[in-house]
């Protein structure tokens, strides 16, 4: 009886997953898929990692502010053999809870030349962005990326030219 | 004396003197020998501060582990993260890339 009473506690207690988080499931393709990166940080793993990044490392630093307020990070990159492992039935999955729940396709981009695609998606929040999800998707390649928690996206493009991101040259307004 | 001689002489046997067995026994009868009440107290104190000792031991090592692990997971989430925003970064840029690429398409 005591028992239940403290599963009920725990249960009550646990937070639940916020909107921005995506319940994406990836058996599929990891099934078909030759090599995986993946990479799953939640809040208390993020919190420390930012303790240990470092604030003299200019793009460390630059990191640390940007990833300073996230609940959570999570890629996956999955490549395969060969073009054709995956179908677009497969990507279907990732793209229909985005579909709602306050999630707004804001690039689209599709490549006939390339095969190449990708989607931005945010989730907007009182106060800015409060989640950002990536589909991305090559012949032979397929990147997903859920960032829960405020982003700054101008931040993170900054990032390119840095850690062997390519830079993107941005014409400002003059 | 040739080593032969004193090894013969050294390993040679013995007999016991006639009331060895008997002084045994009365020894064994009469129980333990009986310690100074210091020694027993010295004795105690040593054993607790064996203890003491050990425990120590044990906990800096737990804590020098659990330091050395809290390292390791803090490095190794470092670099998850960095790996995360290269990842994010690189496809945010070739999103960028291609509207740039369209939007120039489109002007001329």
Known sequence: ?174 | MNLDDELKSALRRHEPPPDFTARVLARVSAGPARTAPLAGLSSTLTRKSTRWVAAIAATLLLAAGALEYRQYEGERAKSQVLLAMRITASKLNKAQKKVQMLSHRSIS
């Open chain 1, 1 to 174: 009886m005591r028992l239940a009473g403290y599963l009920v506690a725990l249960g009550l207690l646990a937070a639940p997953a916020p909107a921005q988080e995506l319940k994406w499931n990836y058996d599929k393709l990891a099934a078909k898929a030759s090599d995986t990166v993946d990479v799953s940080l939640s809040g208390s793993l993020l919190r420390l990692a930012t303790k240990f990044l470092s604030d003299d490392d200019k793009d460390e630093a630059k990191v640390k502010k940007l990833v300073g307020g996230l609940k959570g990070i999570y890629v996956k990159n999955f490549e395969f053999k060969k073009a054709g492992d995956y179908t677009p039935a497969d990507l279907e999955s990732f793209r229909a809870p985005l579909r709602g729940g306050g999630w707004e396709r804001i690039v689209g981009v599709h490549s006939t030349e390339e095969g190449e695609t990708v989607e931005v998606y945010i989730n907007n929040a009182a106060k800015g962005i409060g989640g950002l999800a990536i589909i991305a998707t090559e012949p032979k390649e397929v990147t997903l990326v859920n960032i829960v928690g405020p982003i700054d996206l101008d931040s993170l493009s900054e990032l390119g030219g840095h850690f062997g991101i390519p830079e993107v040259e941005v014409e400002k307004k003059k």
